[in-house]
């Protein structure tokens, strides 16, 4: 029996965050008899997919964590693995800020290397220097680029890679049947959590800067003013959720604002908000949009990201980071008021359908290993 091609996917930890849920995506819908999906890691700790990739007969190994100090011990280790492990013919580095080292090992043994961008930066700071700087060598030296939006394409290749035949826009495509909205299921969660009759803002991301919850916690405290029903769920982990919770603490709003955690559940939450809110300082194209509309979910969004997001549901409500706090909080409480519907036209027009894209890259990989021969 034939066996499957086996694609090497290079990335921090795998655990529920935007591209990591885009790669399990495509794993679950990808032919695993044509192609199988493969795994090195940066951390000795579970992510949150490792046991799903596992059951889906992938490989999980592990790399030490990249310093300065460490860069020629980084660069042994990959030598080695490349030693060990034949089989490999493409490498997909989704790790952006160490790509130039480990694509550059890749093809000192032959393999097809493919580069893709999942984020645009930040407003300036040496930790974004630190890493334009370290990955900007990444343009000479793949083979592919994949960017999930136009501007994370831009600002990660530039703008000559970015007009180049082996530059793709791949979209962040989900499985819509688990996010369709449904009355009765959107009843139970909300009977579950205790928030029947309440104006029920929802937020799911990482507790870190980019998602800006410190801004979202003063939205949110506006919002109360004008509405003595709404409620906050806040869905993730992070490095900053002890600080937002004290700052909750600080405006008496434990009552009001529920910390829900890392959860497995997120379509079914969706059902339950009223109105999404995503004020991020910088995104690439958040997963997490495409759900929400696919929940037929408004959502209201800070207009720094792109708008390629919006898959012209009338879901979608941008709003400046430096509009008031006001202007915030009279957007979501005029656009939580909208009909929830079937959204199911408008994400496959918009091409966020993930069995389509799916089958795109399946054959892409295949054609690229013909062209290995």
């Not at 992510?47 to 596992?54: F, L, V």
């Not at 993730?236 to 009552?255: C, P």
Request: aromatic share 12%; proline share 2%.
């Amino acid at each position: 029996m034939k066996q499957p091609i086996r694609i090497l996917h290079v990335i921090g930890k795998m655990d529920r965050a935007g591209a990591e849920t885009l790669i399990m995506n495509l794993y679950r819908n990808i032919n695993r008899g044509k192609v199988q999906f493969d795994f090195v890691v940066h951390s000795q700790k579970e992510g949150d997919y490792d046991q799903e990739i596992k059951s889906l007969g992938g490989r999980i190994f592990y790399m030490p964590n990249y310093s300065p100090a460490n860069i020629i011990g980084y660069k042994r280790a990959w030598n080695e693995f490349f030693k060990k492990n034949h089989e490999y013919k493409i490498i997909h580095g989704h790790l952006g800020s160490v790509a130039s080292i480990y694509l550059g090992v890749a093809k000192k043994y032959g393999l097809f290397t493919i580069a893709h961008s999942h984020n645009t930066y930040s407003k300036f700071s040496i930790k974004q220097l630190t890493y334009q700087i370290s990955s900007y060598p990444t343009r000479y030296i793949a083979d592919y680029f994949f960017a999930c939006s136009a501007a994370a394409g831009r600002e990660r290749y530039g703008s000559k890679v970015i007009r180049r035949k082996n530059y793709k826009i791949l979209a962040n495509a989900i499985q819509f049947d688990d996010f369709e909205y449904s009355e009765n299921t959107r009843k139970k969660v909300r009977n579950s959590l205790g928030i029947r009759g309440k104006f029920v803002v929802g937020h799911v991301g990482r507790f870190n800067t980019q998602k800006n919850h410190e801004f979202l916690i003063e939205i949110f405290r506006e919002i109360r003013k004008k509405k003595d029903n709404a409620v906050l769920l806040l869905v993730g982990v992070g490095e900053e959720q002890s600080k937002i919770y004290n700052k909750v603490e600080k405006y008496g709003m434990l009552e009001d604002v529920k910390f829900l955690g890392l959860r497995d559940d997120i379509p079914q939450l969706l059902q339950a908000f009223d109105i999404f809110l995503f004020p991020s300082m910088y995104e690439g194209l958040p997963v997490a949009l495409i759900e929400a509309q696919a929940a037929s979910l408004p959502c209201v969004v800070s207009s720094v990201i792109t708008e390629e997001v919006d898959i012209k549901a009338d879901l979608i409500g941008f709003v400046t980071l430096d509009s008031s706090l006001a202007v915030w909080a009279d957007k979501v409480i005029a656009f939580g008021n909208k009909e929830r519907k079937s959204t199911r036209n408008s994400i496959e027009k918009s091409g966020y359908n993930i069995i389509e894209v799916a089958k795109w890259l399946q054959e892409f990989y295949i054609q690229k290993i013909e062209e290995l021969k």
